[in-house]
Structures are given as structure tokens and as C-alpha cells.
């Protein structure tokens, strides 16, 4: 028999658990498990920026969801097709072409989520007298949080677990700087004779145990032959890709929109505002040295062994100048093993006295830690579905709009929308849904990239599990200790009483990120503490953006104008993201934070003008 009412305690949990997984993989996963599989931050960015989009015209097709079925039959529904889109995505990972077909099942995943997100919130109305609504609104909060610590923190520390314990073990190298050594001259790598050896599969690298380099001064001509002469040997031999910094196309090549537009502004960009790197008249440079990476057998057939390769501690004079086009990745297959990948390890000129580095290669098989990890979250979603079919009420209220007439429901939307754009100052509210969070939405599209690349690529040299902790759990603690204070203290004095302080504390704290990129810090503990700050100021900033979009939706048809803002939150994340890892490759990781101190600019300009009455969000006394 079909149950009209069941306890919230049984379903409210679990709906909006199962709502914020498939937000946060889409948000925040896809861009790890992108740069993990070697993805640049410019595509990384644009095209999950676009992943925003569901949620900025979700508004569009929400009377859909109202006309056609029940609110009840789009849950289940769309937690099928959310777990079918995870499990494209698992299996697309592994093939040649993962980039294109990943991200059409992401498109799944978001169009699905963000329908899921109209239906379940359509149900908690339904299914909830109005006591019970405001009685478990902090019940449902409470448990999407969950789903953003299992996403950003729990799944990110699977897949390092599973990188970690997938593929070859990973060896560490000490170079060490020493004015007192012998130079070396470096031997042509087709002199090397790889032979298979007993035993597992292994990576194996020459010189076997320190790389001595002598701290000494070399003629900057040599150095530049050499290293011309490895990146010419890693890319024939199928390595490393051709490295984009290195390679012209012809104009022909090129398409319209880069020859007139991209490029040209690319180039002004880069040349402006681009890091320097200093090119010194002398003709002497820092002293160099090699390492040979190989195999200790042959692979599978068609199977890519990937060496991720960069420094992890010790002395940043001692960096590596070339590993491949990728920031020191290295792919081995079953045509290549018997020759030696080359790195190129280079001392800073200035360094006169005995200094150390250790460099570390990692081969976890990346694509099949990540498979692992989304089949996981399609059988969690295999199992939401299963449960919500038994334990989901069959609410009275909960039937289809279609017996209420189409034709008044659809001239209802659009005179929804005509009221919306016809509030007071709407230019002033929308000018601050979409610039309260300039910096952040760029921010936050390379947090994690910056966090994953190599020291000598400008980023941090964390692995996946820590980036995991680092995000996933004391970064979503203090952001829910922030949101927390933010909340009480503007029930107490209301919105604009705190609403400079929190735009400050939403924009001010992404100083860390200019520390951290200057520094490049090797204690996980300043990391973690640069991280937390930034997250407290953001979750108590946030406050006010959201509760502007409340007041914003006052009137008439709260709810559907709380859904229109919704949208523009969303574009105001979708548009900038879109372009901030293109601006951070022009420019590099150090001038990027700095161009995202000064994108907080437009959002403290923007409040003075912003309409809100004094006591809004007070309590009443």
C-alpha cells in the first residue's frame, strides 16, 4: 500500500545528501580529476565553467517539472540518469578520447542534478506540513554539507588512496648541489640498452642512487643545446606531448577566433602582465643534469604507464627545467619502454654552496583510480534509488499541473519573470549577484590545480589524498564555521549592519593564495592554515550574498524569484571561471592572485548602491 506521509527523518536526510554529491563532482571533482589526468588549467577551466550552465537557466524548465509527472517520479528518475552519467564517466576515463567523452556525461550529470534540485525541493514542500518545513531546514543544510565533505574531501582522499595503491611504486631521487663535485658531461641517451629484468614492474632511473651536480657556472649555450636536444628526444619518442610553449603552428593552422581575437589579446596580456623571467646577459647560466627514467620491463599492450615527476622538498634552487611539455609528466607504453625518458635538473646560478633537493616520480594509474572512484558513486546512486523508490511519501499534493492548464501555468511563468525585472533597482541587484563573487569564482577554479601542480610549474606539490584533506575536510569545517557565525550575527543586527564586513571577509582573505604561490611552502600545516582562512571568510561572506538573494526574491512569487537569482549566481561563477585558467597560464600563478586581489575590487564598489532595508535579517525582538 502506497504510504502518504512517513517520517521526514527517513527520506529529508537523504534526498538533499544525495542532491549536493552530484553538484560538488561536477563543481569541484571534475577539476581535480581533470588535472590528475594531465588536462591544461586553461581547458580545465573553461569547460567546467560551462558545467554552471544547468544551473543558470534551471529556472527555464522548472515548470516542467511542475507540468509533467510528479515530484516524486523526477527524483527517482534523476537519480538514474545521475548514476548512469557517473558511470559514463567511469568508463570513459580509461579511453584515448576521455576528454570529450567525459565531459558529455558530465552535461549529463549537471542537467540531471540540477532537475533533481527543482524536484527535491518541490517535495520538501509537499511532503512537510509548515511546522516540519522550518523545523528540518537545518536538518537538510546539514546533510547537503555532508555531501560536500563526502565530494571535496572523502572522494578525493579515495582516489589518492587508489592512485597511491594502484600502478608502480614510487621511487624518490636526491640531487644535491655541490661546488666541490666533478662536472659531468652528459651522455647521448641512444647509448643506453634497456634490458627486461626480473621482477614486478618498476621504474627505474639513472643515476641510480644522488644526482651530483657541480655548483658551478655553465656556458648558457651548451645548457640550451642539451636541453633543446631533450625535448626534441621526449616528444620523438613519444613521452610527452609537443609542449604548446615551444611549438608554433602556422597561422593557417590557427582558427579565426585565435588569429584576431584570442591571440592578439593572449599576447598583449602575457607580455604586460606575464611574470618576468629575467634573461641575463652573461653567457654563463646555472649548471644542469640529467636523469634517464626507464622501465624494468615491457607494459601491456596499449597499456600507458604515466610518471608524474617534479620536486617535493628541500632547496628551490635545485628545480627541474624539463621533464616533459607537462610539468614532469612521462608516459611509457609498450613501443617506447626500451628507451630512456630524459629530465633536466638545473641549480640556480646564484647557488655557490652545498645544497640538496628531493625529486619525487609517482606511476599510480590515475585513469583507473578515478574509474574506481565514480563506479563507487554510481552504485551509492543505484542504492539512493532503491531506497527513495520504497521510502519516498506519496503526498496528496504531489500530481502533475497539467489538470490546472497549461496555458495559465505558462502565462504565470513569464509574468513571473516580467515582476522580477521590473524590481526597484534591479540593474544594482543584478550588478551585485553578479560581482559579489568576481574573485572567488575565479579563485576557485584553480585552488586545486595550484595545489596539485609542480613547485617548478608555480604550484604546491600536493598529492590527491591531501588536497582531499586539505579542501574536503578542514577547509569545509572552517567554511561551515564561518557560515555559522555569519548567520547568527546577522539575525542579530541584521544584513546591513554586516554587510562591508563580510564583503571583506568574502575577498580579503584570498591574500593566502598570493603567500602561498610566493613562498610555495613544504609544511602541509601552513597550507592547511592559509586554507582555513580563506574558507572561514568565504563561508562567513557568503551569508550576505545569500541573504540578498532572499531579499531580492521578496514579493509576490518569492519562490520562483529566488529560483531566478539562483541563475545569475550561477552565471556569475560560469562567465569568469571560464576565462581565469586561460589569464593564469598567460600570466602564472604568482600575477593570477594578484589579478584576483584586484578582481575584489567592482564588489565593494557595488554596495553602496545595492537597495536593502536597515533591518532586514534582524530577528524580531
Not at 103 to 120: G, P, Q, R
Not at 403 to 418: Q, S
Not at 596 to 617: H, R, S
Amino acid at each position: 500500500m502506497q504510504k502518504k506521509t512517513r517520517s521526514p527523518w527517513l527520506w529529508v536526510p537523504s534526498i538533499y545528501f544525495a542532491e549536493g554529491i552530484p553538484y560538488v563532482v561536477v563543481m569541484m571533482v571534475s577539476v581535480i580529476m581533470y588535472k590528475r589526468l594531465g588536462v591544461s588549467n586553461a581547458d580545465i577551466a573553461l569547460y567546467t565553467s560551462w558545467l554552471y550552465l544547468p544551473w543558470v537557466i534551471k529556472p527555464l524548465w522548472s515548470p516542467v517539472v511542475d507540468l509533467v509527472k510528479t515530484k516524486r517520479f523526477w527524483i527517482l528518475t534523476m537519480q538514474l540518469f545521475i548514476g548512469a552519467g557517473l558511470a559514463g564517466i567511469a568508463l570513459s576515463i580509461p579511453l584515448p578520447t576521455f576528454f570529450k567523452f567525459t565531459l558529455i556525461f558530465f552535461w549529463l550529470l549537471a542537467f540531471s542534478s540540477a532537475t533533481h534540485d527543482i524536484a527535491a525541493d518541490g517535495f520538501y514542500m509537499l511532503g512537510l506540513t509548515e511546522y516540519q518545513q522550518a523545523w528540518f531546514v537545518g536538518v537538510r543544510s546539514t546533510f547537503y554539507r555532508f555531501a560536500m565533505i563526502t565530494g571535496q574531501g572523502l572522494l578525493i582522499i579515495l582516489a589518492g588512496y587508489l592512485e597511491s595503491n594502484t600502478g608502480l611504486e614510487s621511487v624518490k631521487l636526491n640531487v644535491i648541489a655541490d661546488p666541490d663535485v666533478a662536472v659531468v658531461q652528459p651522455f647521448h641517451p641512444d647509448s643506453i640498452r634497456i634490458q627486461p629484468q626480473p621482477g614486478e614492474l618498476r621504474i627505474l632511473h639513472y643515476p641510480p642512487e644522488n644526482l651530483k651536480i657541480a655548483a658551478v657556472p655553465r656556458d648558457r649555450q651548451y645548457v640550451d643545446s642539451v636541453l633543446n636536444l631533450v625535448r626534441e628526444w621526449n616528444v620523438k619518442n613519444g613521452f610527452s606531448r609537443p609542449d604548446k610553449y615551444h611549438t608554433i603552428k602556422p597561422k593557417s593552422e590557427e582558427s579565426w577566433w585565435h588569429n584576431n581575437v584570442a591571440g592578439p589579446i593572449g599576447e598583449w596580456i602575457k607580455q604586460n602582465f606575464g611574470e618576468e623571467k629575467k634573461l641575463s646577459d652573461s653567457r654563463f647560466t646555472g649548471n644542469i643534469g640529467l636523469i634517464y627514467f626507464y622501465l624494468s620491463d615491457k607494459p601491456e599492450k596499449d597499456e600507458e604507464v604515466v610518471i608524474n615527476f617534479g620536486r617535493t622538498s628541500g632547496d628551490k634552487s635545485v628545480f627541474l627545467l624539463e621533464g616533459s611539455a607537462y610539468g614532469g609528466r612521462i608516459t611509457f607504453n609498450d613501443q617506447n619502454w626500451t628507451k630512456p625518458a630524459l629530465a633536466v635538473i638545473q641549480l640556480d646560478p646564484k647557488l655557490k654552496h652545498k645544497s640538496a633537493a628531493t625529486f619525487t616520480a609517482t606511476a599510480g594509474n590515475i585513469p583507473l583510480a578515478w574509474s574506481l572512484t565514480f563506479f563507487f558513486l554510481t552504485g551509492m546512486f543505484v542504492l539512493f534509488f532503491l531506497y527513495h523508490k520504497f521510502i519516498l511519501p506519496y503526498p496528496d499534493s504531489d500530481r502533475p499541473g497539467l489538470t490546472t492548464g497549461a496555458a495559465n501555468i505558462l502565462r504565470e511563468f513569464i509574468n513571473t519573470f516580467v515582476l522580477f525585472f521590473k524590481k526597484e533597482k534591479i540593474g544594482y541587484i543584478l550588478a551585485f549577484l553578479l560581482l559579489y563573487r568576481l574573485a572567488e569564482s575565479q579563485l576557485v577554479k584553480l585552488a586545486s590545480p595550484f595545489l596539485l601542480d609542480a613547485q617548478e610549474a608555480g604550484g604546491l606539490a600536493l598529492t590527491t589524498g591531501q588536497v582531499g584533506f586539505v579542501y574536503g575536510t578542514v577547509g569545509i569545517l572552517f567554511l561551515t564555521l564561518g557560515g555559522l557565525l555569519g548567520g547568527f550575527l546577522a539575525a542579530k543586527h541584521g544584513l546591513k549592519y554586516w554587510l562591508l564586513p563580510m564583503a571583506v571577509a568574502i575577498n580579503l582573505p584570498d591574500v593566502v593564495y598570493v603567500y602561498l604561490s610566493y613562498v610555495q611552502p613544504d609544511n602541509l600545516w601552513i597550507v592547511n592554515l592559509c586554507v582555513a582562512i580563506e574558507q572561514f571568510g568565504y563561508g562567513f561572506g557568503f551569508t550576505a550574498y545569500m541573504l540578498y538573494m532572499i531579499y531580492a526574491s521578496q514579493g509576490e512569487h518569492k519562490t520562483a524569484h529566488f529560483a531566478i537569482t539562483t541563475g545569475f549566481m550561477a552565471l556569475g561563477m560560469m562567465i569568469p571561471g571560464m576565462f581565469s585558467g586561460w589569464v593564469q597560464e598567460l600570466i602564472g600563478y604568482h600575477h593570477f592572485f594578484i589579478w584576483v586581489m584586484i578582481a575584489t575590487i567592482p564588489g565593494f564598489l557595488i554596495l553602496p548602491f545595492i537597495p536593502l532595508e536597515k533591518d532586514f535579517g534582524k530577528k524580531n525582538e
